[in-house]
């Protein structure tokens, strides 16, 4: 049987979307947890880049969620996540490059609101089982790099939260002119799984990598955003997703 594994982090959302997509098809694979940091040298040496996640499935190498998107309907077009008409299809690869820009402003808005809390570092590497005190040193040292690598600071993290608002907005009306459970058809597709795994970390669905907050731990003013965030048509919409199709 081919060996299949996806290189990931756990709590990185374009990896979400690839899990989800290998899980939707029924595909059999392992995951290995790259450590932030020192991945670059394991994905620049498998696939020439510096971003996770990467899938190897037997001898092939495929790097970034939306290479390993097409590559998985080439090779394995059962259960398929891209319709077969050409005006959705088309529809559904337009909606997945938006909705892969829109993660950028997702990760970043997210952390500018909770990087500096320590479930959020706990949650990054506790996967590894580091032995604390190694853990501990490596808390501050990832938290300052994700900072510096995805640009956490208030500028750039204010107007992340008006391309999120953007996207929030593109997947609410794209809903109310379609069927309201999915984007584009009567069936689940890859714009759907692009959505609701990259807007995930907004709304935790339970049991998911962003699931990290005790009840009444985060201040008000943080919670009451949260809060919105999931009851609005697009938070709603992500929770069914998972509830229903993940
Ligand atoms: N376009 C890429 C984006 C992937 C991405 O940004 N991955 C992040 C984690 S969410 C990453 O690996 N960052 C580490 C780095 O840039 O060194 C994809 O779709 O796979």
Request: proline share 7%.
């Amino acid at each position: 049987m081919t060996e299949r594994i996806l290189y990931q982090f756990p709590i990185s959302h374009y990896c979400e979307k690839s899990r989800w997509q290998l899980d939707y098809k029924g595909l059999a694979y392992r995951t290995r947890n790259l450590l932030p940091g020192p991945h670059r040298l394991r994905t620049q040496w498998m696939a020439r880049i510096n971003t996770l996640p990467v899938l190897r499935d037997g001898q092939r190498v495929v790097g970034d969620s939306t290479k390993i998107a097409y590559y998985l309907e080439k090779h394995y077009p059962e259960r398929s996540l891209i319709p077969t008409d050409a005006e959705s299809r088309a529809r559904v690869i337009e909606l997945e490059q938006q909705l892969d820009r829109v993660a950028v402003h997702v990760r970043r808005w997210l952390y500018g609101q909770i990087i500096d809390r320590p479930e959020v570092m706990d949650a990054m590497l506790d996967p590894y089982r580091l032995p604390s005190p190694v853990q501990k040193v490596l808390a501050p040292v990832t938290r300052e790099g994700v900072r510096r690598l995805y640009r956490i600071e208030p500028k750039a993290v204010a107007h992340s939260g008006q391309r999120l608002e953007e996207g929030l907005e593109l997947v609410e009306e794209t809903l109310r002119r379609g069927n309201g459970r999915y984007l584009v058809g009567e069936r689940l597709t890859l714009a759907d799984i692009t959505a609701a795994g990259l807007l995930a970390p907004l709304v935790s669905p339970a049991g998911t990598p962003w699931d990290i907050f005790e009840e009444g731990t985060l201040p008000a003013a943080l919670q009451k955003q949260l809060d919105d965030l999931r009851e609005r048509p697009a938070g709603q919409w992500v929770l069914a997703r998972y509830a229903e199709d993940r």
